[in-house]
């Protein structure tokens, strides 16, 4: 498929019924947010910019004074409010545009349509408005088209999710996110190279606990929004897998992360891709490395969009540190993603203590699922 700046034209499908899905959208049209949307305390905006490392990745790959650079700057990220920023990373430009692109057609479509990969109970994957499907308060004013993905020879795994749920004629659009979902998990592992020699491990460490993982990729729309000032497009949490990298809307900003009391716009660096630590890598450097706390902000006369690629390990496989990280005292019991994502999907929402919440719940065993906050 060529890849460009041309629309990628989608079909539309018949009218189906889903009152709990119009009564979000149509919530994009009125003077006035409704009360579900309505965030009790959303502290302003700071307007200190996050200082964000700019790390040249490509550099890190072709010789050691890039990769001492990239090694110094991401150590210190990390430490500190766990996001960076990466360059020379490799992804074609133009795919870049076709999956922006893509997603916002696909966001433009009828809600009948888009309802077509609507989200399953308890999975990630799937279309969702404002999360309306899980929560009845705080809603994120977004929408969002989540779909898996896992290195296979001869399977084409996001290409099949878009023809199997959305039908044939979404191929195209499947092929584009295909390709861009490949290209960022070889960028995620490059990635995973540098973070591994930052914490004093072999090279490869990081890149082999990863290479065979399942990711999940994440399309993400908010809307104009007439009183921006009382909701959030997303609240503040940390994301539950390994790394997660951002493609950006150059043109529009909302993402924010706290540093020391204060909630600093992350401004979009054109080329560049976002990345952040997540809770799963925060488990296997044993707490090093923290799990970057943020959120978004939506604008009262712009739209906002943004690719996210969540990087996981395998699903069945432990999450521990290397024995070189563990030291006298584990900051976090064994497990699994699968265990996480039933968690953060079946018993709580995620924020800024999910893997602390998680750890407490692992211990209790699923009776304990109880004694959490609800996931409303």
């Known amino acids: 498929m060529e890849l460009g700046l041309r629309r990628v034209l989608l079909p539309v499908a018949p009218a189906a019924d889903d009152t709990n899905g119009h009564d979000v959208v149509d919530a994009w049209q009125q003077p006035r947010i409704p009360d579900p949307f309505v965030w009790p305390i959303v502290h302003d905006s700071s307007e200190t910019e996050l200082d964000a490392a700019v790390v040249d990745i490509g550099a890190a790959t072709r010789g050691a004074a890039g990769l001492r650079r990239a090694v110094e700057q991401v150590a210190s990220a990390c430490e500190g409010h766990g996001l960076f920023q990466v360059t020379e990373h490799g992804l074609d430009p133009a795919l870049a545009r076709a999956a922006l692109d893509g997603a916002a057609e696909f966001f433009l479509l009828p809600l009948a349509t888009k309802q077509l990969a609507r989200r399953t109970p308890g999975l990630v994957t799937g279309y ?205 019991p064994d497990f699994t993603c699968a265990d996480l994502a039933s968690f953060t999907q079946r018993h709580y929402r995620a924020d800024d203590r999910t893997l602390d919440a998680f750890a407490t719940w692992l211990a209790g065993g699923p009776s304990n699922s109880s004694q959490l906050s609800p996931p409303n």
């Open 128 to 332: 969702t408005a404002a999360h309306a499907d899980r929560f009845t308060t705080k809603l994120p004013w977004k929408e969002t088209l989540s779909f898996g993905y896992r290195d296979h020879p001869t399977d084409s795994v996001v290409a099949d999710y878009f023809t199997s749920n959305l039908g044939t004629d979404f191929k195209p659009l499947g092929q584009v996110f295909q390709d861009y979902c490949e290209s960022m998990k070889e960028v995620s592992l490059t990635i995973m190279e540098v973070l591994g020699v930052s914490l004093g491990l072999e090279r490869s460490y990081c890149r082999d606990f990863f290479a065979d993982g399942c990711s999940t990729m994440r399309c993400n729309y908010y809307p104009p929004c007439p009183e921006p000032e009382r909701t959030l497009g997303t609240g503040p949490h940390c994301d539950p897998a390994a790394l997660t990298i951002l493609l950006q809307d150059d043109a529009v900003d909302g993402l924010e992360v706290l540093v020391d009391g204060e909630w600093r716009p992350v401004r979009p660096k054109p080329g560049a891709l976002i990345v952040n630590i997540g809770d799963t890598f925060t488990a296997v450097s044993n707490g090093r490395y923290k799990s970057c706390l943020h959120r978004a902000v939506v604008h009262r006369d712009r739209a906002r969009r943004s690719l996210a690629f969540f990087l996981c390990p395998r699903d069945d496989r432990v999450v521990r540190p290397p024995p070189r990280l563990a030291g006298p005292r584990r900051r976090y």
